[in-house]
Every structure is written in C-alpha cells, then in structure tokens.
C-alpha cells in the first residue's frame, strides 16, 4: 500500500432480496418533495416503480416524475431534471435504474445550486463541487458501473461529441443504495453481460498499473476469479441468484474507491470507450470489451510482470516451461474465450464506428498516465484500428 | 451472497507514513478534553506519545492520561477509566496502541454515561448501547485485531474466568483511525507474529463457515495470498514498508464487517482462544494459533470442499491424483509449515495450560453454531489435548 490517503465511504448499502422494504427506513430522513428519475420505463413493465412508488405514498412524499433518462445521460437531460428539481424544491432525487440514472441523478444533485452552466463548471473545468448538493438515493436495477456507492458521474455532449467523467468527493455520494439482485433478473443479455465486462473492466483498470506488491491487486483477483465463475453461471441461468447477487456485490466494490485506495490506476480503456460512446452512442460496456484486448495486447510488452501475474493468478495458466511472454499471452488469450463465451461485442466496426471516425475518436480520448505506458496518438491510432 | 443485510462503515482512516498528521484535522471536530489512552509505555520509548501530545497541545486541547491499558484489558481498568472519563467530562478518548487499547477505549466510550455496572449489561447480558457514547479516536501502534474499524471490544474478568468480547453497532465505531506502517516497525518479534496470526484467524473464521458461493470468500483468499506473501517478507525484514503497509491494511479489512457479509462465520476458535486467555493471560494471537490446526484437522471431514479449495486456492496445492481428503489435508501441512516459519506458538502448554485446566477451559468456551460442525464439551476437550 503505497503513500499516503485517507478511506470512508459514506453510501449506506441495503442488500438482498427484501431490501427494497429498508426504503421505510431512508425515506423519513428527508424532506416531501422526491424526484424519481428513472429510464425509459422498464420499471413499468416489471413492476418495480410500481412498488417504490407504493412506499413513497406510504411515507407521504410527493412524488415529481422525472422518467427517460437515458443510457448515456445527456447535458440537455442534465438541464431538464435540474428544472424539475429547482421547480418543485426537491428534497431528495431517488434514482431507480443502472448506472445511468445514478450518474444522472448526481449530476443533478450538483447542479440545482449551481450557479453557472453545471456542465462547464463539473464536466469540461471538472471543479470540485462547492455549493448546496441534494442527497440522492438509489435503487439499482442493473449493474455494472459502481456508482451506487461512488462520486462517479459521466455526462455526454452530443453536440461537441465529449463524453466526460467527473469523480466527485464524498459529498456526492448516494446516502443510501438499495441492492436487490432480482430487480437485475429480467434485464435482456446484451445489457447483462455489457454490464459484466464493465465491472470486469473498472478492474483491470486498477489492476494493470503499478510494479509494486499491494494488497489491493490480491483483492482484485479475488473479485474477478469471483465475477468470471458467477457471470459463466449467470449466462446460462439469469436468475440464478447466488451468481446475481456476487456479481452484484462485486460491481459495488469493484468501483467504490477500496481497490484503489493505495495504488496508482491507469483508466485508458474507459477514456477509449467513452470517446467511442461519444460517436456511437454504444453501449458503454460494449465500447470497453471492443477495446480492451488489442489495448492490453499493446500494453503487454510495458507491463509484463503484471500480465503473467494475471495469466496465473486470475486465469490459472500454468507457466511451466514457458516464457514470461507466453505465460502473459496465454493469459490474454483466456480472457478472449471468456469474453467470447459471454457474447460480447470484440470490434468496434459492430458498434458503428467508421474508418473516417477513427482521427475524432482518437482527438477525443484523453490520456491518462497511470498505466504502463502513456500513448501517443499514433498509439491511440493503432489500437482503434486494431479494434476494428 | 446470502441473506438481507446493510452495509456501512462510518470510521475515517488515515493510512501511510505521514498519517499522523491527519489529527490536526480531526481534533477540532471534538471538545477540549481528551483522554489519552495506552499501554504498557512503549510509546514513549519510540517516540510516538511525544509526537502525538505535541499535536494535542497545538489544537488546545486538555489531555488526561490513562496509561497502563494491558494486553487483555480487564475489567478493573475498564472502571478506572470510566472513573477519569467522568472526572474530567471528556469529549473524545484518543487510543494510541494496538488492539487491546483499542478494545478498552470503546469500553470506557459505552460506559462513562452507562447508569448500570457496563461489565454486566454489555458484556455478560450482551446489551445494545442505549446511552450516550464518547467518541473514540486510534492511533494504531500494532496490527492485528481491526478493532481500528469495527464495534469489537473484549474485557477480561480475572475473578470469574471470562474473557468476553461484544460486537457492538456502527454507534461504538472509532469515529476515526490513523494507521501508519512505520508506528508497527518496533514492535518485537514474538507481538508481530502473534498479530500476524491474529489476521489470520480472522480470516479462518469467517471463511471456513458455509457452502455457497460467496464472493466474499474470494476475497478472503486474496486478503490471505497477500497476508502470507507479506508476513514472510515481514519476519525477515520488519522494517520493509510494502510488507507492514500491506499486512496494516490486511488486517482492518480482516475485521471491519466486510467479508461476513452475505455470509455466515464460525468463530470457534476465538472463543477456545479467548478461554485459555482467561487462565492463562497469554498473548491473543498465540492462543489462535496454539489451537487452530487441532480444530481444524478435526473439523476438515465435516468441511472438506471448503478445506479443499482453502488448500487449492490460497495455498496453491495441486489436487491432481489425490482424493479430496489428501489435498484437504496437504492444505493444512502447508499451512503447519508457514506457522512453523514465522516461530507461532504450536501448543496449549507453552502459554502455560496444564492438563488440570483443560475442563474449566472448555466449560469457559463460549459453543458457536456456524461453522462445519457445532461443538460438544467434549469435542473441545479432545481439541485442547491435541493441542497440548
């Protein structure tokens, strides 16, 4: 564990099959006034909104709707809800959805006593946040991103093609989170097993970073040998709880700061992914998993050590008799059967990217400095065309 | 991950080499007398008390000293140090120490305005804390027992024969800890290797419970790869920062609520543990470690995939060719042979147990219903003459 930090994490989680009924126990602690965002209304259809807004009736809130947020949350969603939210005095924004909703509900919450453009001030300066912010709460329904338990909230600019995550402080952490494996049961398999590699990915991005020994990477193979064998279960049974609800946990603390804590990360493959997401409107699991083996296959040779650890200890390649290339290699190539044994989307060609797109994708992808090697844009060029 | 549960954890950490400083932040959050609580006087030997009383009188605040907390805070001293509370109305108890004075702060904490004798109604009758509570700080000197993040507290009654530990709410948590690698250098071999195990049982106890599949195991198999890679580092060099930051941090995660969760966890050999501390005073992690292969070899046939995947999965045996039971038990040689080399203490009569005390033992060993097998009187009995 590496220089100096400090670690607490506010979210109050609520898990399990009942969880929802701990709802009764958050909602007193705030004021009348709830706004309920939500997604394009899946939550109808399977009864979910049905049931929370019997509690929040229950509690007496007044409930203001603020459905159709979509997958990738845009600014003018952002300047909509922030409309309802000052209109109506809200007290508290429960989200109910993916990561989506949450990252949208905290940008929100941010941006109702912001007195600039929330946009410029949070996304493009990415300032810390220094006026009134209104708790949110949160009730998940897929998985994948974390952000039920951090300050992450990415926001995207359609008509400047950015895509921007901004990684808050505490103070923007939901209060509370709500995790009902079964709520995650009906979603389709494109969006399951996107949300899959997305966890599989918030690790490896910290991961594949730092020569040092820190106990944080022993976590890490923990969590991912943990997500491989739930999510091979979970593909040929989706409502196979005991998977679901390990992948569930396993998503919260992939991305809630503890893996981290102690580490240098690196993070290049989602800065890929979210300037590809920012051409395509992909989904965003999906721009990682096309991204991320020719990425960590150009990684290889900078970061070898770390590879071969990889290869033995969250693949169990054997590296008997074999170079530490090999070794590394056969790793990779593991993780490419996994991956294709779930479905996912390995080029970025299926996800509409264009040949002509490849320059603005690389323009739009900034770069981070904490893997094994920083790229250039030739780099970035490479791999993009690589993924193709 | 099983079961309904909540999660959260409200205590800070400041962790590294410059962590200490951190406590200029903290204290002004609290009142201006502090009751500083410690142990045998190590720390004014090495340094740490000079260091920690000038950042108390630089923020103002009245110190009451409390020293001499032993290795198994009794009950006694538990009434001393309500006595100095009350005297001197203190607003916070700052415990410079490892485990013990940890333990002893949060009993004082729960006590001073408890209205009742505390040793009966929290820890004989098990009692929630239904009184005001004096916030608790840490400033850890030694690793072993997460008691900087978590409700535990054990009391020893000499006079009765009971050592007893509650877990306590989120309520009795330190508000905050500080954590830095270098406070552990000092410490001599035979405390180091005894917290060292602490950790490790720790683990033990939780992960041998159960036959789902839980994430939480996995991460318990991480937690314990990178315990046993750093103790080896640590015995040969204690002063090597990445080993101690790592078993540091190994050991609050240990213990701070995170890996039961989803799960249920044993704890049997705390409790044949903590009742031998009750005749004996030998230091905690000796008394694990005297006791737990004899538990667990005589628990392995009514666990055996659990002990199987242990002997796989944290202690890389290779099951290829063997019966269940021979990796099971290659598993726990492997495990004999690491305790060997980092010098624990292997048997009941080295602390001091003689065959006259075997009964009272076992009648003080608290029976817990968890793990693979639930104990009879004289299941313990045959446990304690293997381990003589």
Redesign the interface.
């Known amino acids: 564990?590496?220089?100096?930090?400090?670690?607490?994490?506010?979210?109050?989680?609520?898990?399990?099959?009942?969880?929802l009924n701990?709802l009764n126990e958050e909602l007193p602690k705030y004021g009348k006034n709830v706004q309920l965002a939500y997604g394009g209304g899946s939550i109808k259809k399977n009864g979910i909104y049905d049931k929370v807004m019997e509690i929040l009736k229950a509690n007496g809130k007044n409930v203001f709707e603020d459905g159709g947020v979509m997958p990738n949350p845009t600014v003018e969603k952002l300047y909509e809800g922030v409309k309802i939210a000052r209109e109506h005095k809200v007290d508290l924004i429960l989200a109910v959805g993916g990561g989506s909703v949450c990252d949208y509900a905290k940008a929100v919450s941010i941006s109702v006593h912001c007195e600039e453009d929330p946009w410029e001030k949070y996304y493009l300066r990415m300032e810390d946040v220094d006026n009134e912010i209104i708790p949110v709460g949160c009730v998940l329904t897929m998985v994948g991103t974390g952000s039920e338990m951090n300050g992450g909230s990415v926001i995207t600019n359609h008509e400047t093609k950015l895509k921007i995550g901004h990684v808050f402080g505490e103070n923007v952490f939901p209060k509370f989170s709500i995790l009902n494996?079964t709520f995650t049961f009906t979603l389709p398999k494109y969006q399951m097993t996107a949300g899959f590699f997305d966890i599989m990915s918030h690790i490896l991005e910290q991961y594949f970073s730092g020569e040092?020994?820190?106990?944080s990477d022993?976590?890490?193979?923990?969590?991912l040998?943990?997500l491989i064998?739930?999510s091979r279960t979970a593909i040929k049974n989706p409502a196979d709880y005991?998977?679901r609800?390990?992948i569930?946990?396993?998503a919260t603390?992939a991305l809630n700061t503890l893996v981290a804590?102690?580490k240098t990360t690196d993070w290049e493959v989602h800065m890929i992914g979210q300037s590809i997401g920012a051409y395509t409107n992909a989904t965003h699991g999906m721009t990682l998993s096309a991204v991320s083996l020719p990425y960590y296959r150009f990684l290889l040779p900078y970061g070898l050590q770390k590879f071969k650890r990889y290869a033995v200890n969250v693949w169990d390649v054997n590296p008997d008799g074999k170079t530490d290339e090999e070794t590394a290699e056969e790793g990779l190539s593991c993780m490419e059967s996994y991956m294709k044994e779930l479905g996912l989307v390995m080029n970025i060609r299926e996800l509409g990217v264009t040949e002509e797109m490849l320059p603005g994708i690389a323009d739009g992808t900034f770069v981070m400095e904490g893997g094994y090697k920083v790229l250039t844009h030739d780099d970035i060029i490479t791999i993009l065309k690589k993924s193709m």
Request: proline share 4%; no cysteine; charged share 20%.
């Open positions: 564990m590496l220089g100096n930090f400090s670690y607490s994490n506010p979210t109050k989680l609520y898990f399990g099959e009942d969880s701990y494996p040092d020994d820190s106990t022993y976590i890490m193979e923990g969590l040998k943990s064998h739930s005991e998977a609800s390990n569930m946990w396993i603390w804590k102690g």
